[in-house]
């Protein structure tokens, strides 16, 4: 099974398998392991901030980062495809009780001078904007990378209104490699900023959030109070050490395998890709002059030996460490295999075909 649906699905390797069952441990509720805290402090140094804290997802920073700079009823501003906003099972409502204000932005990124428009200021009657949210790399837009300058722009555009700033880095490592650019020039001016090590950098477990001393010591409660305070968590963050030291730079070659399949997919017929060049590990693409819907295509893949995803806009194929050059030329043969086979009914005539957009089960 070639396994594309994520980069998520990348399995811890043998040699940081032995890195983790080799960690020194302690308790971390009492900041007392030592291989977390030298994590905190390696990606505390990366990131250009004070301090952090180690979590056991993206999801949780996301979360703690919004309750921490936000109250009830004030309003965060993010772009709308965003995790934080379609992907956290409405935690953002849920617990933080901060109002979703949504952007719709550009390849995910958006301007200082949306910011400004999205703005409010509070009144009598109006929630109080006191957070901005960005996300690099930008998941549902196909792995765009966010150019500095405008990170930077719409961060000082934010200071300028009074507001805090939150970098959502699920995949920051991607843009780092991407760009050529160090993580601390991406989040300089951000808040706050977390990273994952459970995507591509091919962890099992851990994310860790980033900010001063003052704002992590009120995040800190949050973690607890989630639950997400540990024990003998070293185990979990050598695992990440690992990653750090060995799996960044080698990203290169999961953002080549995606051009490589990117540019399959450009020679097969019935398939509109997002993006010419994808930026970094994520392809989109859609199904044109076909009604197969997304549940039959991805079966008949699956059916082949290929698992890919249908997320938000479109089909999702995501490249990892354990996917290779030879792994994506199988996989070209697939969907080719399967778009060589579409019969009569699959087909819609030209005439019909006026969107690149996918179509949809009503069902
Ligand atoms: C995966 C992801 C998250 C959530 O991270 P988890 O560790 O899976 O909870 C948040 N934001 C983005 C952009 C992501 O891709």
């Not at 772009?79 to 550009?106: N, Y």
């Not at 428009?117 to 990378?145: D, I, K, W």
């Not at 780092?176 to 099992?204: I, M, N, R, T």
Request: with cysteine.
């Amino acid at each position: 099974m070639i396994n594309l649906y994520s980069d998520t699905q990348s399995l811890p390797s043998a040699p940081m398998r032995l890195a983790m069952s080799r960690a020194e441990v302690g308790d971390e509720q009492k900041g007392a392991d030592p291989t977390v805290s030298r994590l905190i402090a390696t990606v505390a140094g990366l990131l250009g901030k004070e301090t952090g804290i180690f979590l056991p997802s993206g999801t949780m920073c996301n979360v703690i980062s919004v309750v921490t700079h936000c109250g009830r009823g004030e309003s965060v501003i993010m772009e709308t495809q965003s995790h934080l906003m379609r992907s956290e099972a409405g935690g953002l409502s849920a617990i933080t009780g901060a109002v979703p204000e949504v952007i719709e932005g550009e390849d995910g990124h958006f301007t200082a001078e949306q910011l400004t428009r999205h703005f409010q200021p509070g009144s009598r009657y109006t929630p109080r904007t006191v957070l901005v949210a960005v996300e690099q790399s930008c998941n549902m837009a196909g792995g765009t990378v966010w150019p500095t300058a405008k990170l930077a722009q719409v961060a000082a555009c934010a200071k300028s209104l009074g507001m805090n700033t939150h970098m959502d880095g699920a995949r920051l490592f991607n843009a780092v490699v991407a760009s050529g650019e160090s993580a601390k020039v991406h989040c300089q001016g951000y808040d706050s900023v977390w990273v994952d090590f459970s995507k591509g950098l091919g962890a099992p477990f851990g994310a860790v959030l980033c900010g001063t001393e003052e704002f992590m010591s009120r995040a800190w409660a949050w973690k607890h109070r989630l639950g997400g305070a540990m024990r003998q968590a070293g185990m979990m963050a050598a695992g990440c050490l690992y990653a750090l030291e060995n799996n960044i730079e080698r990203l290169e070659i999961d953002h080549a395998n995606a051009r490589l399949l990117n540019d399959g997919l450009k020679r097969l017929p019935f398939i509109k890709v997002k993006h010419d060049h994808p930026e970094s590990n994520i392809v989109f693409f859609n199904l044109v002059g076909t009604d197969l819907i997304p549940e039959t295509f991805l079966k008949r893949l699956l059916d082949r030996g290929l698992k890919i995803g249908f997320v938000g806009t479109g089909y999702r194929a995501v490249t990892y460490a354990d996917i290779t050059a030879v792994h994506i030329n199988d996989a070209l043969q697939i969907i080719a295999s399967v778009l060589d086979e579409l019969d009569e009914k699959d087909l819609i005539i030209p005439s019909q075909t006026t969107t690149g957009a996918a179509p949809r089960s009503c069902r």
